[in-house]
């Protein structure tokens, strides 16, 4: 397990976090100086990027994790399915989780894990895909896209923002410019605080659209089998919640604000469970009234899971438009109408329409 002491430093307002702030922020400086450097060459052409082989959106963030790239991202290729399109998610599949969640929550589109995105945008069209999203990709820009959404985390974001490592920032945020779109995520924070970050945005980047999506916990899925439960069964119940995601206390926060009792069982992102964690695990779910995890832990622990041991649940999320869907749809569109062999655009009702009543099932990340 992890003691999260990156997220204390960056986000605690303790003296001993206020201290080791001061003390990085020379590495930070540096840090954010070398970024801002890359990003100029990309811009001089100094350094080369490519156009890719499908129309592409790209879909990453300013911070390190939590920020919900994954269900934004099966959200969108839902999207595009419902449209008539055939689109792949490309990820350089750190960790075996990613790809593994995505062909769970949209098994008809195309899932291509390979570090290189342009060599993975290339296999995704010789495997009949029209067009692609790149998962966690706002730095990567050796690929030029359509549509680049940029996302942020409600409760994560901080009216001073710090680089790594001094605070969580892969670039600074004068780097939001090169957004088509930023979306503003919210999982256990209230919709007012959705709302003001992204008038706080706008000191950065006051010509990019803002949406606000809500990652909203629907409901427990049993992960051997189809069986599923309301949420409403955590209410006044002791759960044993595994979450090994980038923002593991948004995940518990949800699961306190349907009325559970958690007992909170954090690792790493990406964490790879062994056969100690999981008879570690298994013991403590014994004492609990339910023991929950993430779609993303759900496909590690599943093989592991011991038939004996409690039964092992995994919240499911959907992602719901509060803000912004005209400019979503107007994204989507863009990529709808530039994929290859497609038909131009039929209108509302046609093939190439977005459909406003489609929510996905995504995983919590």
Not at 9 to 23: F, K, P, T
Not at 82 to 103: F, K, S, T
Not at 318 to 324: D, F, I, L, N, T
Request: net charge positive; charged share 20%.
């Amino acid at each position: 397990m992890t003691d999260r002491w990156p997220e204390r430093v960056w986000y605690g307002d303790s003296l001993a976090s206020r201290a080791a702030r001061a003390a990085l922020a020379p590495a930070s400086w540096v840090y954010a100086g070398v970024t801002m450097l890359r990003s100029k060459a990309y811009d001089a052409g100094l350094l080369r990027s490519v156009t890719p082989s499908l129309p592409t959106l790209g879909v990453g963030n300013l911070s390190v994790g939590g920020t919900g790239k994954t269900p934004v991202a099966a959200w969108a290729a839902s999207q595009l399915l419902a449209a008539g399109a055939q689109p792949a998610i490309v990820l350089r599949g750190y960790g075996d989780d990613e790809p593994l969640v995505h062909q769970r929550l949209n098994p008809s589109a195309v899932v291509i894990a390979d570090a290189d995105r342009v060599r993975g945008v290339a296999t995704a069209r010789a495997a009949g895909a029209d067009c692609a999203i790149l998962d966690d990709a706002f730095q990567h820009r050796r690929v030029r896209r359509m549509e680049n959404w940029l996302l942020v985390a409600a409760e994560q974001w901080r009216a001073v923002e710090r680089c790594l490592p001094a605070g969580p920032l892969r670039e600074p945020p004068s780097a939001m410019v090169r957004a088509t779109l930023i979306a503003v995520t919210r999982k256990s924070g209230p919709r007012e605080l959705a709302e003001d970050v992204a008038s706080r945005l706008k000191e950065h980047a006051p010509d990019i659209p803002v949406a606000i999506l809500h990652l909203a916990p629907d409901g427990l899925r049993s992960v051997h089998g189809a069986s599923s439960e309301p949420l409403s069964r955590l209410a006044g119940a002791r759960i044993l919640a595994i979450a090994a995601i980038g923002a593991p206390q948004e995940f518990f926060a949800q699961l306190s604000h349907s009325g559970a009792r958690v007992d909170e069982a954090p690792y790493r992102d990406h964490h790879a469970f062994g056969a100690q964690d999981v008879a570690s695990l298994a013991r403590r779910g014994a004492g609990c009234d339910v023991v929950v995890c993430t779609l993303k832990d759900a496909v590690k622990l599943a093989p592991l899971w011991p038939q004996n041991g409690p039964p092992l649940w995994y919240v499911s999320q959907r992602a719901v438009v509060e803000r912004g869907r005209e400019v979503l749809d107007g994204s989507l569109r863009t990529i709808l109408a530039a994929r290859v062999g497609a038909a131009p655009t039929a209108g509302s009702a046609g093939p190439d329409s977005i459909d406003h009543g489609h929510r996905s099932s995504t995983a919590d990340q």
